[in-house]
């Protein structure tokens, strides 16, 4: 159990348009999911924490602007990159936790490239 | 200063040699120690969890955490080239509000 799904896998894209990522716990419910960036040879990076049901409240130096969050339901949450840039390219990874527990399931990852 | 440090490597071992990893960290609050194993473009998956300082023991894997020396230690016996992948540690404190994570070390089993 605890299956987290990623979707899509890789994503290519022009600059100045947006991309959306979906996350879903397959088999649990996730009151909480974490989005996370990471770059080659460094460590994975918390963008921001979702609950369900509200804002999402983000790390100190991510755009929430560029970033939109969504956790609509218990199994499903939604990162939407705004206005991409070649910056912007990057893997991301998402987590989901259940209401009671510490652990964090992870997705198998977003490669996204902005060209 | 880095809130966690730790080697990226690669860390190059032969098969059934015992592997050494290891992170340092500098916040106190930490309560909560997790060892993490990522294979190449894949998301990472819980291999060890430790409250507070001690010992653990799962199979061949054992995770020391030593929170006077703010040092802690995942040790893998009888390498296998399955092992061979990124190592993160990562650490919470407590309520678990956010993980913070290490670099990853990445090791190579040959055999």
């Known amino acids: 159990g605890a299956v987290v799904s990623q979707h899509p896998s890789r994503v290519i894209c022009k600059s100045g348009t947006s991309v959306k990522i979906e996350c879903r716990s397959l088999?649990?419910?996730?009151?909480?999911m974490f989005w996370y960036r990471q770059f080659p040879k460094k460590s994975l990076m918390l963008m921001a924490t979702s609950n369900e049901g509200s804002k999402a409240t983000y790390e100190q130096g991510v755009e929430k602007d560029k970033f939109l969050i969504n956790h609509a339901s218990l199994t499903l949450s939604t990162l939407t990159v705004t206005s991409a840039h070649p910056e912007d390219s990057s893997f991301y990874i998402c987590s989901a936790r259940r209401s009671a527990g510490y652990e964090q399931y992870f997705g198998p990852g977003t490669r996204l490239t902005v060209t | 200063q880095k809130e966690v440090e730790q080697d990226p490597g690669p860390l190059s071992v032969p098969e059934g040699a015992i592997v050494s990893l290891n992170c340092t960290y500098s916040n106190s609050a930490f309560q909560y120690f997790m060892w993490y194993r990522q294979y190449s473009r894949k998301g990472p998956e819980l291999l060890m969890y430790t409250y507070s300082s001690g010992n653990k023991e799962d199979g061949r894997f054992t995770a020391q955490v030593d929170k006077s020396s703010k040092y802690i230690s995942l040790f893998i016996r009888d390498s296998q080239p399955s092992d061979s992948a990124t190592y993160l540690c990562a650490m919470s404190e407590e309520g678990f509000q956010k993980l913070v994570f290490g670099t990853g070390t990445r090791l190579l089993v040959s055999p």
């Open positions: 088999d649990f419910q996730a009151t909480t």
